[in-house]
């Protein structure tokens, strides 16, 4: 530890128990010695039992066989996902929504996202409707292992708009966090095998034994990894070292509009590289807690939800002034009114830059 961290001892010592995940960021966390006693093994399988234990207290949301799929691959499936009024109804909204967005340029790579929040959910009745129902949030509910409110977004991945940059980082295999959490999408287009559909690794969010004993060597030195995403602790994994764990065949999931993908994206997943370009539109869900809560519940902005949009917004103030101040360039940014379908606009002035 360096000496200027030490009047921090208790702040990082303390976020032991909480959702930080950081190698880098924490010296303790990232502690090579406290690693090799146990420590991030120790995190690991307390947030599991405690995921376990309040996935118990859900069952009861979902069905059984929602419940096996969940449990057994990390991720499900589920196909005509509202009846074609419905999904209708919300596709016309959802692609009709001028609003401001934010976008980034990451690798090879624009990710458009537009807040499904207070002000735009007003402008989206049918959308609202779903996205509120216990049909969605109870899924999610299961697989997150927490019954609270998600952030919702829409989401428009365009890929391959610079030819000559590096691949996206979401193309290369990872885990999101150590603990459950939960990612979905409600896809409002079809999903070819070209238009850069999720895959997943069924059943790599289990913590068995050779799933700890990697995670165990990686956190030895994740503090110092070249990969600075594997030092943030979002743990990147290569396809040989996949094999080596014996997981099943990776299931790249190009399906239809109007499905519903949900997943533990503690698992390992990626988004599989697109030859050319391509353009995919979901409705994006996703959602984290402390995991080490022995309760499901607790969600107290789900009684207020203007208080969280409006938390999200003030993160992303903070999170800009900070960028500013540090006269960064690239990442996430505002970017006028935008629809989910308005092409990229890349330029050298107000347009998205590389990440």
Same mark, same amino acid.
């Given at each position: 530890?360096? &000496? ?79 009846? &074609? ?69 829409? =989401? ?23 603990h459950p959490t939960v990612k979905a999408w409600l896809y409002l287009e079809d999903v070819d095998p070209a238009s850069c559909p999720f ?40 396809? =040989? ?115």
């Open positions: 530890m360096k &000496p200027y961290q030490w009047p921090m001892l208790v702040v990082y010592a303390a976020a032991i128990f909480s959702k930080s995940k950081s190698f880098r960021d924490n010296p303790v966390i990232g502690s090579t010695s406290l690693n090799k006693m146990g420590l991030h093994l120790f995190r690991r399988r307390l947030a599991w039992r405690m995921g376990i234990r309040r996935r118990a207290q859900l069952a009861s949301l979902i069905t059984a066989e929602d419940r096996a799929a969940i449990d057994r691959d990390g991720y499900i499936v589920k196909r005509d996902f509202l009846d &074609p009024e419905t999904f209708e109804k919300l596709r016309n909204e959802i692609l009709g929504l001028q609003t401001e967005a934010r976008e980034a340029v990451i690798g090879d790579t624009l990710t458009r996202l537009i807040p499904l929040d207070g002000r735009n959910m007003g402008k989206v009745p049918a959308t609202r409707s779903v996205l509120e129902g216990p049909a969605f949030n109870n899924l999610l509910a299961y697989a997150g292992s927490f019954r609270r409110r998600p952030r919702l977004f829409v =989401q428009t991945v365009f890929t391959r708009v610079l030819k000559d940059a590096p691949p996206d980082v979401q193309s290369f295999f990872h885990s999101d966090t150590f895959t997943y690794v069924p059943g790599s969010h289990i913590a068995n034994r050779r799933r700890l004993a990697w995670e165990r060597r990686v956190s030895l030195h994740a503090a110092t990894s070249r990969e600075p995403l594997t030092a943030e602790g979002s743990l990147r994994i290569t396809e =040989q070292e996949l094999a080596r764990l014996r997981y099943r065949v990776p299931e790249s999931l190009a399906v239809g509009a109007n499905t519903l993908v949900i997943a533990d994206t503690s698992g390992f997943h990626k988004r599989s590289p697109s030859a050319d370009q391509a353009r995919r539109i979901s409705i994006w869900a996703y959602s984290r807690s402390n995991p080490f809560l022995p309760w499901a519940g607790g969600d107290f902005t789900r009684a207020f939800p203007r208080l969280h949009g409006w938390g999200l917004h003030l993160f992303w103030f903070a999170q800009d002034l900070v960028k500013r101040m540090g006269k960064a360039r690239g990442g996430w940014r505002w970017v006028g009114v935008r629809t989910p379908a308005t092409p990229p606009a890349l330029d050298t002035g107000g347009g998205p830059r590389r990440g």
